[in-house]
């Protein structure tokens, strides 16, 4: 049977399974394709924010909605609402997209009854499935345009699996009607975060955090929505500002519907051991070691990057500034970890410098270092670099030229003190601009 011919006996039987209600995601995805030319959809009235302050009006008219409420390190308060349950593995991505797509219906809501109509679309079965399917018979279509220059992710196989691959998301929130009608990519970013790490890359981290800048900066209420692709699954935060009452409030969906953001790494390991147990009742197995990792990896990486950006939107860090942090200590620690265990300073000099052609051979090959780290750097700018980051760049660029004093002859030390020539011009142009500034 035809594959469009499926989706279409699908949808009916959604349809007659579960009733449309006026908030329906897909409906509305339905009548501005069938309705709205390219052109009408980017001139369409777009998000400005929100027309009530959300947390205040969920707490208060539906507290049965929270799962959790927390108040982060910067003091930003972010609501968890129980979301529509995901049952089936792989499926996240489309969960979050559906999630922000309602999430931004909310913020355009100009009252509250058609506010919290979009808020129980959230927790709704059959308005997932049918915003599933279609965002489904969007990528098949692009699959069919592709033709034969179709190659992976991009092909039946993988598009009927479930997993929102990135390719997917971003195709969608850019060439999907819904989400350019809500304002596209204008209000919704796409961002990769895993072991303590953005993914992303970097023009589209700085972006981000011109637009966090710009959400802080505004004198009317104003909202973005994240689409966070974190370790090995897709979730929703939905963050707005209320110039008038200086509040940020933040709403995080997880289709999982985990509280997971304040709690311990004990406590992590006792929700692992229940959720397991739920495993072994509905499937008759638990999870498998690397399962287990990932799992509270993940949750780790959720608790610290929700962190991290609430103390950008309160405007006390800066995305460009985690960045950097990241990508450096992460070089540092290897090296502080892998080289110069005993320290440069008491007389190992011989042995480090063994260990740094190891180190620079298995670890992290001088090219590595230009092109990851010290590019990075270029291209957010010293002048986003830490202080404390700062000094432990410039001691471990004074540790790495003692090692290889006696390195003449020996590639990759005298690859990497070329690495550290140009590194160092950076940093001097770095602190005499802070200096006559």
Not at 83 to 91: I, L, M, N, T
Request: hydrophobic share 35%; aromatic share 8%.
């Amino acid at each position: 049977m035809d594959v469009q011919v499926v989706h279409e006996i699908l949808d009916e039987l959604l349809d007659a399974i579960v009733h449309y209600s006026e908030w329906d995601i897909a409906m509305k995805a339905r009548s501005l394709k069938g309705t709205a030319t390219s052109e009408s959809l980017l001139t369409e009235q777009v998000v400005n924010g929100p027309h009530f302050d959300l947390c205040s009006v969920i707490r208060a008219a539906v507290p049965d909605r929270v799962l959790a409420n927390y108040s982060l390190r910067s003091g930003t308060e972010v609501l968890q609402l129980k979301c529509v349950d995901q049952k089936v593995s792989g499926y996240c991505g489309h969960y979050a997209l559906h999630f922000a797509l309602c999430g931004l219906e909310m913020c355009r809501s100009s009252t509250e009854a058609r506010m919290r109509g979009y808020l129980e679309e959230l927790n709704r079965t059959g308005p997932f499935w049918r915003r599933y399917w279609f965002s489904v018979k969007e990528l098949m279509a692009h699959v069919r345009k592709m033709g034969a220059d179709s190659w992976w992710p991009w092909t039946h196989e993988c598009v009927m699996q479930g997993d929102m691959e990135r390719s997917y998301m971003c195709h969608l929130l850019v060439e999907d009607c819904h989400s350019r009608h809500l304002g596209g990519t204008r209000l919704i970013t796409a961002l990769q975060y895993a072991y303590g790490q953005f993914h992303s890359n970097v023009a589209s981290i700085c972006e981000l955090q011109d637009k966090i800048d710009a959400l802080c900066r505004a004198s009317h209420p104003t909202c973005m929505v994240l689409v966070l692709g974190v370790t090995n699954h897709w979730l929703t935060v939905l963050t707005y500002r209320i110039p008038s009452t200086a509040r940020v409030g933040v709403l995080y969906l997880d289709s999982n519907n985990t509280p997971v953001l304040k709690v311990s790494d004990e406590e992590l390991d006792r929700i692992l051991h229940f959720k397991e147990q739920e495993r072994v009742k509905n499937r008759g197995q638990g999870y498998s070691p690397w399962q287990r990792t990932i799992k509270v990896q993940a949750w780790k990486d959720q608790r610290r990057l929700l962190d991290v950006l609430s103390e950008c939107f309160s405007g006390t860090h800066n995305l460009r500034t985690e960045l950097l942090d990241a990508s450096w200590n992460s070089l540092l620690e290897s090296y502080y970890g892998n080289v110069c265990t005993h320290g440069t300073e008491l007389g190992h000099q011989t042995m480090c410098l063994l260990l740094l052609v190891q180190w620079l051979q298995s670890e992290r090959h001088p090219k590595g270092i230009r092109e990851m780290q010290v590019s990075c750097l270029h291209r957010v700018g010293a002048q986003w670099l830490s202080a404390k980051l700062r000094d432990k760049i410039i001691k471990w660029m004074s540790d790495v030229r003692y090692v290889c004093q006696d390195s003449t002859g020996i590639e990759e030390p005298n690859e990497l003190l070329k690495v550290l020539d140009g590194l160092e011009q950076s940093l001097v142009q770095n602190i005499s601009t802070r200096f006559t500034s």
